[in-house]
């Protein structure tokens, strides 16, 4: 979604803006836009498309100075065209926003009555509009900015300057917005893949927060008018990490990187010679006392969140329950306060995962989550929070930070089965073992991909794809038909296999491919079943499994085979082949892998 960055500093901003944004462009975008504070003007340029288009626009204009901000735009209100496009600018001020205004229509209502005019269809335009009124009203710069935010309703992060002022504004509520610290210089960006490159020291900046950056200092305070103090945080991560690295796409190289992840998400977390799982840093609540988990999240988070629920019912014995954020608080769960509330996501920045934490405090529930970036709202909201260390995921398409979630849950399931006396240490010590070799395991799977190559090859002009697997296969084919859906726009439909004769058993002819992950575990008899129905009806099986000797494996079209491993740490291994087919399709396709049309990264609005 909406990406800002912002420099002040004693560089030129123009190329550090531009280049910043570039790597901001993986959160999905369709327009663009500079703002270069320069000798006492502000100079703009705008435009619909991508971030090379402005590049080329702006490159006729010099655009030199030693501030500025810039912005990419994902449309919410108002078409993608260079009128709704950021920065906008009215009067002296100019403004960049990520988030939503709920109350743009009575503000614009009122402004318009006193005389301003709109030129564009953005709810963000109302705060240039806000900020000129207070100006006029005799406040100061900063004073106009802060009475401007305390009007606003809904989310934001903005960044605001004003010809003839060096100053530099940045302010945030429910949209995320970090600070970079350099050498005498300072950045602005709405995740730290943008900025990595140029520093690892951050300020995140929570709710409510404004940051004004007046000669080489930075003046914390709140919209309240006081001063406040912010942390400086280190992050670990490097600018090779959010680099392509001699991969074709992004995505490509983070299916790559999985063995690499699940090893460091693992680090750390194992006192093997006393047979346990450890999460010093978490308060549980008394897990004796704990009648039901919630597990909240969206999209493929969700997905990890449905093989969370397979691991946890069937080894704590607690009710689990998964839900999609979006739907979450809109069904008014009976949430106790004996409760504990898992909320998953990657970026940590999800509007309707961040919802789904709000309402489960407001409960009383203990709210732990689950995300790989540091600094996130719900990593730093959460009561508690486990990170997954998969490193930058800038492929549109989540894939590590995916597999990641599987082994969090997985670790977090021993933890607490450990506690409640479910498992003792020796047999956490077994489960331990297992999933230390599950990176070996992603990596010989890695290293035989031509077969994959060729399914893609053979399946790429299909128009619709089946999916179908049982018990904790279940989420894992509905993950392996996002992955095809999102990036290489074939339709794909995920079925639990044993509901496939309740509908969708229609749909098979000769034409029709149908994944199917059957290994031999206690899923494996009934999905044979299940394959037979298909191939009865000329379907072509695509067959992945940890058995070369399974019993369909003659009369498939395509059979891959995996590692064997335990049931619970069967979908890191099975999602693999999925995320690499989607990839190989969607490549010889040609569509745009890593930014596919109409999604965003990062999905912060509701
Ligand atoms: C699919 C995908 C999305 C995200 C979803 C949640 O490949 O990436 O479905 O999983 O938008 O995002 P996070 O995990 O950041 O909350």
Redesign the pocket.
């Known amino acids: 979604m909406c990406g800002i960055v912002g420099y002040k500093g004693k560089d030129e901003a123009y190329s550090i803006l531009i280049d910043a944004l570039k790597k901001l462009e993986y959160r999905g975008y369709d327009s663009a836009g500079i703002a270069i504070w320069q000798n006492n003007k502000i100079v703009v340029e705008r435009n619909k498309g991508k971030v090379d288009d402005l590049r080329k626009i702006a490159s006729k204009n010099i655009l030199k100075g030693k501030m500025g901000i810039a912005h990419t735009r994902w449309a919410t209100h108002g078409t993608p065209s260079e009128r709704n496009a950021h920065p906008h600018k009215v009067g002296d001020v100019v403004v960049v926003h990520n988030g939503i205004i709920e109350n743009y229509m009575d503000i614009k209502e009122r402004l318009h009555q006193i005389g301003h005019e709109f030129s564009s269809d953005t709810d963000t335009e109302v705060i240039p509009h806000l900020i000129i009124s207070y100006l006029e009203k005799g406040n100061d710069f900063v004073e106009a900015i802060r009475l401007t935010l305390k009007e606003l309703q809904g989310s934001y992060a903005v960044a605001i300057m004003r010809e003839n002022e060096r100053i530099l504004v940045a302010a945030k509520k429910e949209s995320p917005l970090i600070i970079g610290l350099g050498d005498d210089e300072f950045y602005l960006a709405s995740d730290v893949p943008a900025i990595i490159n140029k520093t690892n020291r951050f300020i995140f900046l929570e709710d409510n927060d404004m940051a004004v950056f007046r000669d080489d200092k930075i003046l914390l305070m709140n919209t309240e008018g006081e001063n406040i103090e912010r942390k400086i945080n280190t992050v670990n991560w490097t600018g090779a990490m959010a680099e392509k690295g001699g991969y074709k796409h992004f995505m490509l190289k983070e299916i790559f990187e999985q063995p690499r992840a699940v090893s460091e998400t693992l680090l750390g977390r194992f006192k093997e010679e006393k047979g346990e799982v450890d999460f010093e840093e978490l308060t549980l609540p008394e897990l004796k006392n704990v009648k039901k988990i919630w597990m909240v999240?969206?999209?493929?988070?969700?997905?990890a969140c449905m093989i969370g629920k397979h691991m946890f019912e069937a080894n704590l014995r607690i009710p689990v329950e998964t839900d999609i954020?979006s739907e979450f608080r809109y069904r008014n769960p009976i949430i106790s306060k004996n409760d504990i509330l898992i909320l998953?996501?990657?970026?940590?920045?999800?509007a309707?995962?961040i919802a789904a934490m709000k309402e489960g405090k407001r409960s009383g529930a203990y709210t732990l989550s689950i995300?790989?970036?540091l600094g996130s709202t719900?990593a730093r909201e959460a009561d508690g929070v486990i990170f997954t260390h998969a490193g930058p995921?800038i492929?549109?398409?989540?894939?590590k930070?995916?597999t990641t979630?599987i082994a969090v849950f997985f670790l977090l399931m021993l933890h607490m089965a450990n506690k409640l006396g479910k498992m003792d240490n020796d047999e956490v010590r077994g489960m331990i073992s297992e999933i230390k070799k599950i990176p070996h395991k992603i990596q010989s799977i890695l290293e035989h991909t031509s077969s994959l190559e060729e399914i893609a090859r053979r399946y790429m002009t299909s128009k619709d794809f089946l999916y179908i697997g049982r018990g904790i296969h279940y989420p894992t084919v509905m993950?392996g038909a996002?992955?095809l859906k999102?990036?290489s726009y074939i339709h794909a439909e995920a079925y639990a296999a044993g509901e496939m004769k309740h509908g969708p058993i229609a749909l098979i002819d000769e034409k029709l491919p149908v994944a199917v992950i059957s290994p031999r575990d206690q899923t494996y008899i009934k999905t044979c079943g299940n394959i037979e129905e298909v191939l009865a009806r000329r379907g072509r099986v695509i067959l992945f499994t940890d058995d070369p000797q399974h019993e369909m494996a003659k009369r498939v079209d395509n059979i891959f085979t995996i590692p064997e491993t335990i049931y619970e740490l069967l979908p890191i291994l099975c999602v693999v082949p999925l995320q690499l087919i989607a990839y190989y399709i969607a490549n010889l396709l040609g569509t745009d892998v890593d930014q596919p049309r109409n999604?965003?990264?990062?999905?912060t609005v509701e």
């Open positions: 999240a969206c999209g493929t988070s969700y997905h954020a998953v996501s990657q970026s940590g920045e999800t309707d995962t995300c790989n970036v719900l995921e492929g549109v398409a989540s894939t930070a995916f979630q993950e996002l992955k999102e990036i999604l965003a990264k990062s999905v």
